[in-house]
């Protein structure tokens, strides 16, 4: 008797447990800002063209797993519980590292050195980026790219022992090395590895670089660009002074916060238009003290480093638009032009083209004779703007070795396309932007390879396929 007692008030007390996070779930609501992510809606019985949603069950099981209560302290508590007894993380978005640090899981196959570009990819992405410094010095502008390194790269030492880079370049050391020689590349990561700091430039919990970092950055750019960087100095550390993202993913409910590096420098520049934080997409800045325009893609590293390139310029944009556009609405914001973009996403300039002019070819350029090709192309056209897109993927017979460039001829007119598509993920696309007023009959798509190998295909206009924008 007393022993079926036991076992119904234990019983209870464990559905009695299992109950709480439903039953105060509407009392006790979660910061989703520590999530680092949009949390699940709750789900409609209709969807927006009014017919029933048949998958309200399954949105509904997403919104309680996201929204139960006191999950923030249950995900602390597991991810505790894990790193401390098994030095594993619970979110695989997150890696637990030694002495505290974390990385981003996303990185991994980059410090791994594994499923990296190809040849031709690489060759590609080189190819790209000096067209677009080539327009950029044709239109009297000075372009500028250069990569943020991933933690890991820079802070290898703090990953787990069972992470085994393989014995191969990865993709940053890949890109650098085709790019070695052109003057508008500048090597972020052998930059910030030579800078003397005692400091890391890099944030303990977070995936991101410091102020120390972004001003070691904004120096490297300077430097390149011929130009003195922003006198700031005085650096000390403000312990608790950022919140970490990485820490927020696996401990959110303790608010857990990482050391900051600050300068007593005082800024003067000041934002223009709507500014609510520095992740919009687009900000603007004017300085009085600063000279020259400039025109600065970025990502969230650019958030850190900001502050110090507006300081430096009269006026400049900041922008997260992609694809880069360099179109001449654009190239008119900045007498400099910077594109800044994280390590671990050097893969997409594989796949997405600048929104940039296809840069036409001089009827004196010799080619080699291509041989034709009888089969079929999948090309695909679009409208964007005042240009019409023709982008695509050329199959293998198109190309011998890496070294390759694609041309298209519309109306005896040849453009040079970019490398990059949408539609390879092999290095075999090309993309171009041609006069939206362009008619046609058909285009002549060709390749033309470092060792004399050369092919072309013609494709009539009614065998292109419509692509939405």
Known sequence: M??????????????????????????????????????????????????????????LG??????FAFRQQLVTADGRIKTA????????????????????????????????????????????????????EQ????????????????????MPRNYVPADA??????????????????????????TVSSIPLYH???????????????????????????????????????LGDLAAMIYPSEGAKDTQVNSDYEFTYEYQGRFKALDDVTIDTVCEGGEGSLLMYRDSFGEAILPYMAEMFASAEFSRITPYRFDEAMLQKGDTIIVELVERNLPRLASTAPLMPAPTVGED????????CNGEVSAYIGQNGSYTLVTGALPDSFFSGDDASVYLTVNGTTYEAFRASEFSDCGNGFTAYIPADTEFDSIEIFTQCSDGHAVSIEVPADKLIRKEQ
Not at 62 to 67: I, K, N, R, V
Not at 139 to 158: D, I, Q, T, V
Not at 177 to 187: I, K, P, Q, T, V
């Open 2 to 59: 007393k022993k079926n007692t036991l076992y119904r008030i234990y019983s209870g007390a464990f559905i009695g447990l299992c109950l709480v996070p439903t039953v105060f779930m509407p009392f006790v609501k979660g910061d989703e800002s520590k999530e680092n992510r949009a949390l699940a809606e709750l789900p409609k019985l209709k969807t927006a063209e009014g017919n029933f949603n048949i998958h309200i069950l399954s949105d």
């Open 62 to 67: 997403d919104y309680y797993s996201e929204h």
């Open 85 to 136: 007894l098994t030095a594993t993380s619970p979110n695989t978005d997150v890696i637990d590292g030694t002495d505290g640090w974390l990385y981003y899981g996303p990185t991994a196959d980059d410090y791994l050195n594994i499923n990296t570009l190809n040849a031709r990819q690489v060759s590609g992405i080189c190819h790209d980026l000096r067209l677009v410094n080539d327009y950029c």
């Open 139 to 158: 239109n009297g502008k000075r372009f500028l790219f250069f990569s943020a390194p991933n933690k890991n790269s820079l802070y290898p030492e703090n």
């Open 169 to 194: 370049p990865d993709n940053y050391e890949l890109i650098s090395a085709g790019l070695a020689e052109d003057s508008f590349y500048l090597d972020m990561r052998a930059a910030l590895a030579d």
């Open 204 to 242: 303990a919990t977070d995936t991101h670089w410091n102020n120390l970092g972004a001003y070691a950055g904004h120096c490297a750019v300077m430097g390149v660009l011929g130009r003195d960087a922003c006198p700031a100095d005085n650096w000390t550390l403000e312990p608790n002074g950022r």
């Open 365 to 372: 350029t010799a080619f080699f004779t291509p041989s034709v």
